[in-house]
């Protein structure tokens, strides 16, 4: 497949000297590179996750894990209102 790309001017440069010491054409050499470089790529596959729990299986009485924030609120407040007596 023919196809055109488009290198900055120390890119270019630099592709040709690889070419030219490795005995290639320009093409052979960005051919022969990409291939190399894709065959590299493993795939990266996600572990699964899991959900790692202390003490127990389920959260606290009064916990809603449909709103996280409320902790923090709860923590908020229960913080910044022991000083306000």
Do not use: C, H, N, Y
């Not at 010491?21 to 590179?33: D, E, K, Q, Y």
């Not at 127990?56 to 009485?61: C, E, I, L, M, N």
């Amino acid at each position: 497949m023919r196809t055109t790309i488009s290198l900055d001017d120390q890119l270019a440069r630099q592709v040709r000297r690889a070419a030219a010491a490795r005995g290639l054409s320009v093409s052979a050499f960005i051919s022969r590179t990409l291939d190399d470089a894709l065959k590299r790529q493993e795939p990266s596959e996600t572990p699964p996750f899991r959900l790692v729990t202390v003490r127990g299986v389920r959260p606290r009485p009064g916990v809603d894990l449909d709103r996280p924030r409320a902790l923090e609120i709860q923590d908020d407040e229960a913080q910044f209102s022991r000083g306000r007596r």
